[in-house]
């Protein structure tokens, strides 16, 4: 613990004010503890989605065909999932992930013109991607598919709902700081404020690197 | 693991450069195309290697998708440079997630099947 | 012996708080002050958990008792447990969080003062929201454990006693939601204040014990509240839109609640008594004027019980047959995790053997709660073999045994924390004598009330029944059950009389009445805004002790300073406001079945208002 030597008798009460015994900033302390709490979190829903997977008594399913009630009478619904949509999102998530790593980089450096570029570019992506699932759930509803059908179609709405609103949350968190960017209120000594934002949005992209297999692609 | 010994504060100097994260987000893309791709092949008899990936699916999809996961976690996310307490406080609530996902479903799929 | 300690008492100081009025108490940032609130507030709330405890203990005085009917029984242990956990133990643990944690490790505040005051305004409003179900006469009647599908059921039939049918749970939900965001981000806050707030020098083992067991605490908060979180909106949604996440006839599986409450659960109850670990492990050391015994060794064995406590939820469960793998595997996870617990239990008779022990009020408590735990915890052992709790479960044996843990446990613990630390938060002794009959009447009424339990349980008096039959042999018991339970209720009348006696009595503490050994104990009681004038430097787990002795044995009392050079947070009405929009978000959730059609109006409003709040607060200059 070397930390303990930098200290003296004799620092100020600004010295003091900012003392932390790891060195680190507290908040981005805090952000990480959240994100281990939201870990549990997700988990939970997850394993839910797991424990009730194959379990419905009525369709729709997710990857074959069976019979539901669709436009009031029972019939042959299609299979709910359809890859091509969900591997768009998926592609532009990740992506967003690239571009906010490189705004924290040139935040970082001082470039404030690439900085509102990749930040303005991870924006779009995250709206994108919430586009695309409201299509998607809209989508799945109009094929019979709605929140209370059956144990698949609850917990799939339930996890990816949950996972859609942190993604919300996270672009209206990042558009914050793109907007205190744009009036220039975010120099590189303040480069934490956008880090903060983009480890949380990070972190919501690695949840949905978990979903989109577990739940779109093993059948 | 010597990254880790770098000064609190001035670790920035040791983030990748902007060519680093885009050579992740091509590996990322290519492990997504990979694990669409094993879907695809593992539930369509005609497909080639079919018999080959079918029975496998289901590992070769965790073990991308981890591959992702960590990608993410060590460059994006900087934890590979960044302070070991960041890794402690992601990493240990993930192997409880992770346990508690196996757990629940091994108590209620298989041990309590007969009742369920 | 106790007297020994007004030897050592100060010339008068004057303490007077700069900032006075209900404002200051609303915007307040301060650690001690909103330690303070979080104690009156829980210490209410515990005293109407008492009440409801003792109208049960008036009905099953005798046989075929008439006080109450079975609903209203229902609603009563529902709201005893609900509010002894969430509304009294945890939030009392709260108040020490709040107090001592930065006294302790020798910082000015927590890491985030504005999300500190957000944490209480929350709990006040979640704990005010559960209670408000009385007054629209919908109790929440499902047990503190609200099993499904006792609970999930969607049908729900209106009475005249009732003129809210069926919020009753809904109002358990929703505030048990509530108090989670609450616990969440104090537990977050806490977590960041023990491990980047820590003055020059102090390594994590040389932390006081008590901020370890907080620090094990907030770990398991941070890991266990999210999975009750998912837990009760799967429940809310069962009961308001039609799913079926335990409901069998969907093919859900109501047995998936049991398992998601107590991966909870089971955390919750090292929550419940960790602080209290922590606090005895304070006192111990300090009135046998020796270090504590084995301090890695409590370190380590409180850790192990943090970790191991996640891997033993389903021994809750033994009884809905989830098999010999599973009930093997819990079985001994469960014996397992009586080692470290009997590791604290020997380091604590190492700390007092041999030392010079000063019997306080704070020194019997402490004391009190090692033996009364010891039963609780053996009676917990017994719970471990599945074939002997099959015996067991729901009946008056489990009663006992967590009352003996929780209240022989934790209430112990904590009130010993009271008498301890009151004349550092208050300037003011609390009376020994009153605090003498206090501890006995307290500890011979405990032992009354719940020790027979044992005896029924046993015999087969089963649990949550409002009634039984005379003749089976239950009404001797009952009886002296009862008496024991007023005479505990007197006992925490006396602990009232003292309180208010010590208000309005002379300031007479002085900044260190007990000789104690951690940083609190440097600084004048109670202490100025910011704490410490400067950071100190700290170098074993003992600083307060090492200071004494480097002084020959006598410390001069610390001296007021003006303080006016330091830094300290601006007050903020900002996390008000952000509390009040969770509560409309949240609490909108109540009138989904009121009214269909309109209640998200409700929800946007709140959410308008938790935006404002946040972005007024994130916007706002923190010094």
Same mark, same amino acid.
């Given at each position: =613990?070397?930390?303990?030597?930098?200290?003296?008798?004799? =620092?100020?009460?600004?010295?003091?004010?900012?003392?932390?015994?790891?060195?680190?900033?507290?908040?981005?302390?805090?952000?990480?503890?959240?994100?281990?709490?939201?870990?549990?979190?997700?988990?939970?829903?997850?394993?839910?989605?797991?424990?009730?997977?194959?379990?419905?008594?009525?369709?729709?399913? !997710? %990857?074959?065909?069976?019979?539901?009630?669709?436009?009031?009478?029972?019939?042959?619904?299609?299979?709910?999932?359809?890859?091509?949509?969900?591997?768009?999102?998926?592609?532009?998530?990740?992506?967003?992930?690239?571009?906010?790593?490189?705004?924290?980089?040139?935040?970082?450096?001082?470039?404030?013109?690439?900085?509102?570029?990749?930040?303005?570019?991870?924006? =779009?992506?995250?709206?994108?991607?919430?586009? =695309?699932?409201?299509?998607?759930?809209?989508?799945?509803?109009?094929?019979?598919?709605?929140?209370?059908?059956?144990?698949?179609?609850?917990?799939?709405?339930?996890?990816?709902?949950? %996972?859609?609103? %942190?993604?919300?949350?996270?672009?209206?968190?990042?558009?914050?700081?793109?907007?205190?960017?744009?009036?220039?209120?975010? !120099? !590189?000594?303040?480069?934490?404020?956008?880090?903060?934002?983009?480890?949380?949005? %990070?972190?919501?992209?690695?949840?949905?690197?978990?979903?989109? !297999?577990?739940?779109?692609?093993?059948? | 693991?010597?990254?880790?010994?770098?000064?609190?504060?001035?670790?920035?100097?040791?983030?990748?450069?902007?060519?680093?994260? /885009?050579?992740?987000?091509?590996?990322?893309?290519?492990?997504?195309?990979?694990?669409?791709?094993?879907?695809?092949? /593992?539930?369509?008899?005609?497909?080639?290697?079919?018999?080959?990936?079918?029975?496998?699916?289901?590992?070769?999809?965790?073990?991308?998708?981890?591959?992702?996961?960590?990608?993410?976690?060590?460059?994006?996310?900087?934890?590979?440079?960044?302070?070991?307490?960041?890794?402690?406080?992601?990493?240990?609530?993930?192997?409880?997630?992770?346990?508690?996902?196996? /757990?629940?479903?091994?108590?209620?799929?298989?041990?309590?099947?007969?009742?369920? | 012996?106790?007297?020994?300690?007004?030897?050592?008492?100060?010339?008068?100081?004057?303490?007077?708080?700069?900032?006075?009025?209900?404002?200051?108490?609303?915007?307040?940032?301060?650690?001690?002050? @909103?330690?303070?609130?979080?104690?009156?507030?829980?210490?209410?709330?515990?005293?109407?958990?008492? @009440?409801?405890?003792?109208?049960?203990?008036?009905?099953?005085?005798?046989?075929?008792?008439?006080?109450?009917?079975?609903?209203?029984?229902?609603?009563?242990?529902?709201?005893?447990?609900?509010?002894?956990?969430?509304?009294?133990?945890?939030?009392?643990?709260?108040?020490?969080?709040?107090?001592?944690?930065?006294l302790q490790i020798g910082a000015r505040d927590v890491a985030f003062p504005r999300l500190n005051a957000f944490s209480y305004w929350v709990f006040l409003l979640g704990g005010l929201f559960i209670n408000a179900?009385?007054?629209?006469?919908?109790?929440?009647?499902?047990?503190?454990?609200?099993?499904?599908?006792?609970?999930?059921?969607?049908?729900?039939?209106?009475?005249?006693?009732?003129?809210?049918?069926?919020?009753?749970?809904?109002?358990?939900?929703?505030?048990?939601?509530?108090?989670?965001?609450?616990?969440?981000?104090?537990?977050?806050?806490?977590?960041?204040?023990?491990?980047?707030?820590?003055?020059?020098?102090?390594?994590?083992?040389?932390?006081?014990?008590?901020?370890?067991?907080?620090?094990?605490?907030?770990?398991?908060?941070?890991?266990?509240?999210?999975?009750?979180?998912?837990?009760?909106?799967?429940?809310?949604?069962?009961?308001? $839109?039609?799913?079926?996440?335990?409901?069998?006839?969907?093919?859900?599986?109501?047995?998936?609640?049991?398992?998601?409450?107590?991966?909870?659960?089971?955390? +919750?109850?090292?929550?419940?008594?960790?602080?209290?670990?922590?606090?005895?492990? +304070?006192?111990?050391?300090?009135?046998? &004027?020796?270090?504590?015994?084995?301090?890695?060794?409590?370190?380590?064995?409180?850790?192990?019980?943090?970790?191991?406590?996640?891997?033993?939820?389903?021994?809750?469960?033994?009884?809905?047959?989830?098999?010999?793998?599973?009930?093997?595997?819990?079985?001994?996870?469960?014996?397992? @995790?009586?080692?470290?617990?009997?590791?604290?239990?020997?380091?604590?008779?190492?700390?007092?053997?041999?030392?010079?022990? &000063?019997?306080?009020?704070?020194?019997?408590?402490?004391?009190?709660?090692?033996?009364?735990?010891?039963?609780?915890?053996?009676?917990?052992?017994?719970?471990?073999?599945?074939?002997?709790?099959?015996?067991?479960?729901?009946?008056?044996?489990?009663?006992?045994?967590?009352?003996?843990?929780? $209240?022989?446990?934790? @209430?112990?613990?904590?009130?010993?924390?009271?008498?301890?630390?009151?004349?550092?938060? $208050?300037?003011?002794?609390?009376?020994?004598?009153?605090?003498?009959?206090?501890?006995?009447?307290?500890?011979?009424?405990?032992?009354?009330?719940? $020790?027979?339990?044992?005896?029924?349980?046993?015999?087969?008096?089963? &649990? &949550?029944?409002?009634?039984?039959?005379?003749?089976?042999?239950?009404?001797?018991?009952?009886?002296? +059950?009862?008496?024991?339970?007023?005479?505990?209720?007197?006992?925490?009348?006396?602990?009232?009389?003292?309180?208010?006696?010590?208000?309005?009595?002379?300031?007479?503490?002085?900044?260190?009445?007990?000789?104690?050994?951690?940083?609190?104990?440097?600084?004048?009681?109670?202490?100025?805004?910011?704490?410490?004038?400067?950071?100190?430097?700290?170098?074993?787990?003992?600083?307060?002790?090492?200071?004494?002795?480097?002084?020959?044995?006598?410390?001069? +009392?610390?001296?007021?300073?003006?303080?006016?050079?330091?830094?300290?947070?601006?007050?903020?009405?900002?996390?008000?406001?952000?509390?009040?929009?969770?509560?409309?978000?949240?609490?909108?959730?109540?009138?989904?079945?009121?009214?269909?059609?309109?209640?998200?109006?409700?929800?946007?409003?709140?959410?308008?208002?938790?935006?404002?709040?946040?972005?007024?607060?994130?916007?706002?200059?923190?010094?």
């Amino acid at each position: =613990m070397a930390q303990a030597a930098t200290a003296t008798a004799e =620092m100020s009460p600004a010295d003091e004010h900012h003392w932390t015994s790891t060195g680190l900033d507290s908040r981005k302390i805090a952000i990480w503890g959240f994100i281990g709490s939201e870990c549990l979190f997700f988990a939970s829903l997850i394993s839910t989605y797991l424990v009730y997977k194959g379990k419905s008594l009525v369709g729709p399913l !997710p %990857h074959t065909e069976s019979q539901c009630m669709l436009h009031g009478k029972m019939q042959t619904c299609e299979a709910i999932f359809e890859t091509p949509l969900v591997t768009a999102g998926t592609a532009v998530l990740l992506f967003s992930s690239f571009f906010v790593v490189l705004a924290l980089y040139h935040a970082q450096k001082g470039n404030r013109a690439k900085l509102l570029g990749w930040l303005g570019a991870t924006v =779009m992506c995250g709206l994108f991607f919430v586009s =695309m699932q409201v299509y998607e759930f809209t989508h799945f509803y109009h094929k019979g598919m709605g929140y209370s059908t059956n144990l698949f179609s609850t917990t799939f709405f339930t996890l990816t709902g949950f %996972h859609g609103s %942190h993604v919300t949350l996270g672009v209206i968190w990042l558009s914050t700081v793109l907007f205190l960017a744009a009036r220039g209120k975010l !120099p !590189p000594e303040k480069s934490l404020n956008l880090e903060l934002a983009a480890l949380y949005w %990070h972190f919501v992209d690695v949840v949905w690197i978990v979903i989109f !297999p577990v739940v779109y692609l093993m059948r | 693991m010597d990254a880790h010994s770098a000064a609190p504060g001035h670790d920035d100097a040791h983030h990748p450069s902007p060519a680093m994260y /885009g050579k992740i987000a091509i590996v990322l893309f290519i492990l997504t195309f990979f694990e669409v791709a094993a879907y695809e092949v /593992g539930h369509r008899p005609a497909a080639i290697l079919h018999s080959v990936v079918e029975p496998i699916v289901v590992p070769i999809l965790l073990v991308l998708s981890a591959a992702k996961f960590a990608l993410v976690a060590m460059f994006y996310m900087h934890l590979k440079q960044d302070s070991k307490l960041f890794s402690n406080l992601f990493v240990w609530p993930i192997v409880l997630a992770a346990a508690l996902i196996l /757990g629940l479903i091994v108590l209620i799929r298989l041990w309590h099947a007969a009742t369920f | 012996m106790a007297t020994s300690v007004l030897e050592h008492r100060a010339p008068a100081i004057h303490h007077a708080h700069p900032k006075t009025g209900i404002w200051s108490w609303i915007t307040t940032v301060d650690h001690k002050r @909103i330690g303070i609130l979080y104690g009156a507030t829980a210490f209410l709330f515990f005293l109407l958990g008492g @009440i409801e405890a003792l109208i049960m203990r008036l009905q099953l005085m005798g046989p075929n008792g008439k006080l109450v009917d079975p609903d209203t029984f229902n609603a009563l242990f529902t709201m005893h447990g609900t509010t002894m956990i969430f509304l009294g133990v945890m939030p009392l643990s709260a108040m020490f969080f709040n107090y001592f944690i930065p006294l302790q490790i020798g910082a000015r505040d927590v890491a985030f003062p504005r999300l500190n005051a957000f944490s209480y305004w929350v709990f006040l409003l979640g704990g005010l929201f559960i209670n408000a179900s009385f007054l629209v006469g919908a109790p929440p009647n499902g047990g503190w454990f609200g099993y499904a599908n006792l609970t999930s059921s969607r049908v729900i039939a209106a009475t005249a006693a009732a003129p809210a049918p069926g919020m009753n749970i809904d109002f358990w939900v929703i505030g048990l939601q509530i108090l989670g965001i609450a616990s969440i981000a104090a537990a977050l806050n806490f977590f960041v204040t023990i491990v980047n707030l820590r003055a020059p020098g102090m390594k994590m083992l040389r932390m006081p014990m008590f901020v370890w067991m907080s620090f094990v605490v907030q770990v398991l908060l941070l890991l266990a509240f999210p999975v009750i979180t998912v837990a009760l909106v799967f429940l809310m949604m069962d009961r308001n $839109f039609g799913t079926s996440f335990f409901m069998p006839d969907g093919g859900g599986d109501p047995i998936m609640w049991q398992h998601l409450f107590w991966i909870f659960g089971h955390p +919750e109850v090292y929550i419940l008594i960790l602080p209290a670990f922590g606090i005895t492990s +304070e006192i111990l050391p300090v009135f046998s &004027r020796k270090p504590l015994f084995g301090y890695t060794a409590m370190v380590f064995s409180g850790i192990f019980i943090g970790f191991v406590g996640f891997g033993v939820w389903s021994h809750h469960m033994f009884a809905t047959g989830m098999g010999p793998f599973a009930d093997t595997f819990f079985s001994m996870a469960t014996m397992v @995790i009586a080692l470290p617990t009997g590791v604290k239990i020997f380091n604590w008779i190492g700390t007092l053997w041999g030392g010079s022990l &000063r019997y306080t009020t704070a020194m019997m408590m402490a004391i009190a709660m090692v033996a009364l735990f010891i039963i609780g915890g053996l009676s917990g052992v017994m719970h471990s073999a599945p074939p002997a709790d099959l015996q067991q479960t729901d009946t008056y044996f489990i009663v006992a045994h967590f009352h003996y843990v929780l $209240f022989g446990g934790s @209430i112990f613990g904590l009130t010993a924390g009271a008498y301890y630390w009151w004349p550092k938060m $208050f300037g003011r002794l609390l009376d020994e004598g009153m605090g003498k009959a206090h501890f006995w009447l307290m500890f011979i009424g405990m032992n009354m009330t719940f $020790f027979p339990m044992h005896f029924l349980g046993l015999n087969g008096m089963p &649990r &949550r029944v409002y009634t039984y039959p005379s003749g089976l042999g239950f009404e001797f018991w009952n009886k002296f +059950e009862t008496i024991g339970a007023f005479i505990l209720a007197f006992s925490f009348l006396i602990f009232l009389v003292n309180i208010i006696k010590t208000w309005f009595g002379p300031a007479n503490a002085p900044a260190d009445p007990w000789h104690g050994a951690t940083l609190e104990w440097s600084i004048p009681s109670p202490p100025q805004e910011f704490n410490f004038p400067k950071l100190p430097m700290v170098g074993s787990s003992v600083p307060q002790w090492d200071a004494r002795r480097a002084a020959g044995g006598h410390l001069p +009392e610390p001296a007021l300073v003006s303080g006016a050079d330091i830094p300290m947070p601006n007050p903020s009405y900002w996390p008000l406001v952000s509390a009040i929009g969770v509560f409309l978000v949240l609490g909108s959730l109540l009138f989904i079945r009121v009214n269909p059609v309109h209640w998200w109006q409700l929800t946007l409003f709140g959410v308008a208002v938790l935006f404002f709040g946040v972005y007024r607060w994130a916007f706002e200059p923190p010094h």
